[in-house]
Structure formats: structure tokens, C-alpha cells
């Protein structure tokens, strides 16, 4: 039998309560603490990305900050009630596509995919995500935006940046294929600052035609180019100008102005930011952090800042100092002919020779393009000093230093392939376009009112209309006639009720715009015909037309011809 010890239960108990009590209060600055270095961690890796710091940094400091929230976790067994709360949204940068958004997003793909076809392209579909040394080393900086996957089974993979990198590996595992005209619409992934609204997505469709194998010089840029014109035409975008240029034009200007060869990519890198900045925040970029000298910045600028039309090459090919340079000569070569082949295409007043812009891309070799319109630019020039304190994450759809940017881009790209390829030397030369569906989408939404665009194809709606205890309200009947329609490849729908009212009908059928409608009350049951009501007609009088349920399909076929 247990007995009580009242000298147990006086003197231990009491002091076991105090210790008790002190554990808690530990345990509860612990995870104060914890939360603290969790948050400044954040705010070191966050600023490490906005100052654009080598990715080894950031992924050392990355390791801190995962280290950070595993303690974090663990403090969830130490008597603390564990949060399971969390925000139900969507990843930043990202956003759920519904009703009138995809109507008009599948529009575009429609649209394009029919011009790719009509240019002799055949399509392809490779992985979301690619082995992380694939995509390594060919974005220049905006390497830092790809996104690493964790190692799940002993292979290091990233999600796909783009497009064009996965198309030259496909090229060199398949060296039979020798030339193709290639498409593929297909999503990829940049962590980049969002601005939702101007369509800068961190999840994006990109729509790309390209065109593998060796050719004579500038022929397959030139249709390359057509077929952008031709799709750029075709989705009513409005207003837009192609930049183009040459990067051993660019490659040519660097060297006959001095700068190292090391020094390169970078100080194109800086040149590609003047459609957003101004020429002192691009000459301070190129001193103060890429470290070259005024002296040569200010040679680059009597070059860069040089934008025209087709004269604009004989005034670059008369520079005594540009035209020394064999990478620049041979370029001036490559532009004549396509110069040439853009009016034979009769597309020439579509282009601007820029010398601003370079593709801050690695891979390209020749040619290089983007299309912009009038939303493409900033409202206004925005300075580097401010960006740089601004948080990186944050979405800037309202910043007007933030414009909707290039809504095509491409060029040429000679070496890619070779550098997945086995065998040494082993080229497949290249040029393609890449058209940015989000940027795209953003324009054409804003101008197009809600009321122009269909959230659903129906063309008929079946009705009943009747009353009364005895109605049954024809629900057998109007599954009938949606099945005889559906065979004959009409589009209807009807409600899911078997006592529909009128009003629910009628507003099932507005709210998508529906163009018929069949009525069924006991009349026409009685006559074995059907009444065919065009919708939103002012006269509210208008019954409709009476035909026989034999005719009912052809009546209806030759209506919706009519009205297309």
C-alpha cells in the first residue's frame, strides 16, 4: 500500500515547481534568440542577392540560415505548442491563370504555334529541370536567378532558364539531327525581382522558334526575324521597334577602345542596362564596380550611345579605329547581307540599329535582337544606388522605374552545342527568337475589354421553360438534344437542374456570352421541334425561330456560320 510522505511532498516538491519554471523561462529566450538570428540571417542572404555577391557567398550564407530555422524547428519539441499556421497564397512571382486570362493566354499560343507551323516548325518538349553543370556558365551575371534544386538521389539539378540552353544539349545527344526548324512553348523559372503586372514573372511561358544547322550566312536570321515579325503583326501588340546588332560589332568597339579581355561580358553586361538607365549610372557601373578605367568608358560611350537605320552601318564601317578590328569587319558583312534580305522580306522599317543593345546572355555569337514597344521602357530612369536598397523580393508593379521590358528577344548562337557535344569542334550553328507570352499578355490585356472575351466556347444553351405540378421540366430531352449537337461538333451545355427556372437559365447562359439558345416547352414537345433564340438581342419580344428536330443541327450549323 502507498503511503503519503508529507516531508517528500513540502520540501522537494516546491523546489523541483522553482527549476521548473527557470527551464521555462530559458526555453522561452532560446527560441527568442533563435527567431532573432533567423531574421538577421534573412536580411544577409537578401542583401547579398540585391548586391549581385558571387553565388558561393551567398550559398555559404544560405547554409547559415537553413542551420538557423533546423534549430528553429527543433524548438518545437520543447513543450512550446507547435504553429501549424501558415498564409494560403501563391509562391512570390507566381500567380494562378483563370476564366478570361486563359482564353487570351491560349490565344497567343495559338496564334504563334500556327505561324511556327506555317515556317516549317516541328515541335519539342525537354524537362523542367535540367542537371545543375548544364545550365552552369552560360547566363553571364544573371546566373544568380537560376533556381538549384536539393539533392534528391545523387543528381544536382536546377530548374530551366530558358529554353535555348535545353534545346543545344538535346542537339548534342542527337547528332544525327543535322538541321531542324524547332518550336517549343513551355514554362521556365528566374528568381528575379516580380512585377506582376508588366508581366516580370518568376514562373513564365516562353514561345521559341529556332533554327539548327549550317547554312549560307544570314538567311535563316533573316526568316527567324520574319517569323517574329510575322507573330509580333499577328497578336496586335501595337506599336514596336526590333533593336538590333551585331556582338562582334560590340566584341570590336571593346577592343579598339581598350577594354581587357577579361573585362569583356562584364562591361557588356553594364552596356545592355541603358534602355533603363541613364549613360553616368552605366559609366559608374563599368569604373567604380567592374573596375574599368574613365578613360575607356568614355570611348565606349562615343559608340554605344549610336542608334539609326541601315546608314548607320556605312557611318560605323567609315571609322577608320572600329573598322581595324577583323571581328568588327566581318560583322559589317553579316549586316549588309541581312539588311538585305530583312527588305527583300519587305519587313526593314521594323528594325533599329542599336549599339546599346548586347544581350546580357553568354552564349550568343552573332546577330542579337529584342522587340520593344512603348510599354517596354520605364516612365522613368531609375538609379542603381536606390535599387540597391530596395528589397529584392518585394513585387514592383507599381515602380514606374520598372517598365514591361523587351517582349521578344534572340540571336545567333554558334557554340552552344559544341559545348555539350563528345566529339571536339563538333558545332551546330544556330539563330532563333523567344517571345515572352506574360509581357505579351500584360499589353494586350490592358487594352482589351472584359466584355470582348469569351470565358467559354459554348454556342448553344438548351432550355426548359414550363410550370406547374405536372412539368417535368425536360431534363431527359435536353440531354438529347446537347448529344445530338455534340455529335455534329457544336459546342452547347445545358443546366444541371432538373426544374430549371427561366432566370437561372438565361443567367447561365449571359454570363459567358452564349449566342443561342434552344427552347424546349411543351408546345414544341408536342410538335417535335425546338425554338433557336439568338441571345442578347434588345427586343425582349423576339420568341425565337421554330424548326423541326430534324433540322435543328443544320439550322443551327448554318447560324453560327453566319455569325462568325
Avoid at 18 to 37: A, C, F, H
Avoid at 125 to 142: H, M, N, Q, S
Avoid at 286 to 311: F, H, N, Q, W
Amino acid at each position: 500500500m502507498l503511503t503519503f510522505n508529507r516531508h517528500l511532498f513540502t520540501t522537494k516538491l516546491p523546489t523541483f515547481c522553482r527549476s521548473l519554471k527557470t527551464w521555462s523561462r530559458r526555453m522561452t529566450t532560446v527560441g527568442q534568440d533563435i527567431n532573432e538570428r533567423v531574421s538577421a540571417q534573412g536580411n544577409v542572404v537578401r542583401t547579398l542577392k540585391s548586391q549581385g555577391a558571387p553565388k558561393n557567398e551567398i550559398d555559404k550564407e544560405v547554409e547559415k540560415l537553413l542551420a538557423l530555422k533546423n534549430l528553429k524547428v527543433g524548438e518545437s519539441g520543447s513543450g512550446k505548442k507547435k504553429d501549424n499556421s501558415f498564409t494560403l497564397k501563391t509562391p512570390k512571382g507566381t500567380k494562378d491563370w483563370y476564366d478570361k486570362d486563359v482564353v487570351l493566354r491560349e490565344h497567343i499560343f495559338k496564334t504563334v504555334t500556327d505561324i511556327f507551323k506555317r515556317h516549317g516548325g516541328v515541335t519539342l518538349d525537354t524537362p523542367v529541370f535540367e542537371l545543375k553543370e548544364i545550365l552552369a556558365g552560360k547566363y553571364g551575371e544573371d546566373s544568380k536567378l537560376i533556381y538549384d534544386l536539393k539533392d534528391q538521389g545523387g543528381e544536382l539539378c536546377s530548374l530551366r532558364y530558358d529554353l535555348t540552353v535545353p534545346f543545344a544539349r538535346w542537339l548534342a545527344m542527337n547528332p544525327k539531327v543535322t538541321n531542324i526548324k524547332r518550336y517549343h512553348i513551355a514554362k521556365v523559372y528566374r528568381r528575379d525581382q516580380p512585377a506582376m503586372t508588366k508581366g516580370r514573372m518568376r514562373e513564365f511561358y516562353q514561345c521559341d522558334f529556332d533554327i539548327a544547322g549550317s547554312f549560307d550566312p544570314m538567311i535563316p536570321d533573316s526568316e527567324a526575324l520574319k517569323v517574329l515579325v510575322e507573330s509580333l503583326d499577328a497578336l496586335e501588340v501595337g506599336k514596336y521597334t526590333i533593336k538590333i546588332n551585331h556582338r562582334q560589332i560590340l566584341d570590336g568597339i571593346f577592343a579598339v577602345c581598350g577594354v581587357p579581355s577579361d573585362k569583356v561580358r562584364t562591361i557588356s553586361s553594364a552596356v545592355d542596362k541603358l534602355d533603363k538607365l541613364p549613360w553616368e549610372e552605366v559609366k559608374r557601373e563599368m569604373v567604380v564596380e567592374k573596375g574599368l578605367s574613365e578613360e575607356v568608358a568614355d570611348k565606349i560611350s562615343e559608340y554605344v550611345l549610336l542608334k539609326g537605320d541601315r546608314s548607320l552601318l556605312e557611318k560605323l564601317r567609315s571609322d577608320s579605329l572600329l573598322s581595324s578590328s577583323p571581328s568588327a569587319s566581318a560583322a559589317f558583312k553579316d549586316m549588309d547581307l541581312l539588311f538585305d534580305y530583312l527588305e527583300s522580306f519587305g519587313i526593314l522599317d521594323k528594325f533599329s540599329f542599336d549599339m546599346s543593345l548586347a544581350r546580357g546572355l553568354d552564349y550568343y555569337t552573332g546577330i542579337i535582337y529584342e522587340a520593344v514597344t512603348e510599354a517596354s521602357a520605364p516612365k522613368v530612369k531609375s538609379s542603381t544606388e536606390k535599387k540597391s536598397s530596395e528589397d529584392p523580393e518585394a513585387d514592383r508593379s507599381n515602380d514606374d522605374s520598372i517598365g514591361v521590358g523587351s517582349i521578344a528577344a534572340g540571336g545567333r548562337y554558334d557554340n552552344l552545342v559544341g559545348m555539350f557535344a563528345a566529339k571536339k569542334n563538333s558545332q551546330v550553328p544556330c539563330v532563333g527568337i523567344s517571345l515572352g507570352l506574360e509581357r505579351i499578355f500584360s499589353i494586350l490585356r490592358s487594352r482589351i475589354p472584359d466584355e470582348e472575351i469569351r470565358a467559354n466556347e459554348v454556342d448553344v444553351f438548351a432550355m426548359a421553360f414550363g410550370g406547374g405540378k405536372e412539368w417535368t421540366g425536360f431534363l431527359k430531352e435536353r440531354m438529347q438534344i446537347c448529344n445530338d449537337l455534340w455529335k455534329n461538333g457544336i459546342k452547347a451545355e445545358f443546366l444541371y437542374k432538373a426544374k430549371p427556372k427561366p432566370r437561372q437559365q438565361f443567367d447561365a447562359a449571359d454570363r459567358y456570352g452564349v449566342p443561342f439558345a434552344i427552347i424546349l416547352g411543351q408546345d414544341e414537345i408536342d410538335q417535335n421541334a425546338v425554338r433557336i433564340k439568338r441571345m442578347g438581342l434588345k427586343e425582349k419580344s423576339d420568341e425565337g425561330q421554330l424548326v423541326s428536330r430534324a433540322d435543328m443541327v443544320k439550322v443551327l450549323q448554318d447560324l453560327l456560320a453566319s455569325s462568325n
